[in-house]
């Protein structure tokens, strides 16, 4: 499969704990996003990478929250001290930046669940 | 105000049926535009880009209003596996291509 992948698919977590997800985007890909989607919404931007510079952040991205891209490859998303509002699903999708529709390709996405 | 907007729906419809979906932006410097369709806890998966003198894949047609910051989504001959959730979507010049999700039209098509 030469898709975008994600683990885990499902983390199950108490709340106070710190979690991570990882995302592997399509090979060549050198943009990376994170988004985040709550039920019955759209998903909503949290943040972009190209290769490993992280150029932006959404003001949802509180200060528990980083991201890294440390090879430009794969990505991970981290969540310190997890509270029940952060229940979602967490997409990571990747593009190759060219041209002028940038089409985005998203992972199965991870189902984050604070207890 | 939501910077983009749909009708959330569900809209029920017989097989065969052409239906029509709407979505308005707010952003007027809105660059790009796409419909996705994601079905039931998967992830979204692009249907079609949306180009300013329409366009069509098949049985959907894609129309933009730019004047009046409105898309649309026509579906012809509905078939069962067309049911899903479609969602609109933009992205804003100078916004490093991020995207901007509608919340979605429910679809479902029924016998």
């Known amino acids: 499969d030469t898709g975008v992948s994600q683990d885990p698919r499902h983390k199950i977590t108490k709340r106070g704990q710190n979690v991570t997800f990882r995302c592997d985007p399509i090979?060549?890909?050198?943009?990376l996003y994170w988004y985040r989607q709550t039920l019955g919404q759209g998903p909503e931007f949290l943040t972009y990478?190209?290769?490993?510079?992280?150029?932006?952040k959404s003001r949802l991205l509180s200060d528990r929250f980083s991201a890294e891209r440390p090879k430009g490859s794969f990505s991970t998303l981290e969540i310190q001290r997890t509270e029940q509002g952060d229940s979602a699903m967490y997409l990571c999708a990747s593009s190759l930046g060219q041209g002028d529709k940038n089409i985005q390709y998203f992972g199965a996405g991870t189902r984050l669940s604070v207890l | 105000r939501k910077e983009v907007e749909q009708d959330p729906g569900p809209f029920n419809v017989p097989e065969g049926a052409t239906v029509a979906f709407n979505c308005t932006y707010s952003n007027s410097a809105s660059q790009s535009f796409f419909w996705y369709r994601q079905d039931c806890r998967k992830e979204p998966k692009l249907l079609m880009s949306v180009y300013s003198s329409g366009n069509e894949d098949g049985r959907f047609t894609a129309q933009l209003n730019r004047a009046s910051q409105y898309i649309s989504l026509l579906i012809r001959d509905s078939k069962l596996s067309d049911s899903a959730t479609y969602l609109c979507v933009v992205n804003f010049s100078g916004g490093y291509n991020k995207l901007i999700f509608g919340a979605g039209t429910r679809l479902a098509v029924h016998p």
């Open positions: 990478f190209q290769n490993e510079a992280q150029l932006e």
């Open positions: 090979s060549e890909h050198n943009r």
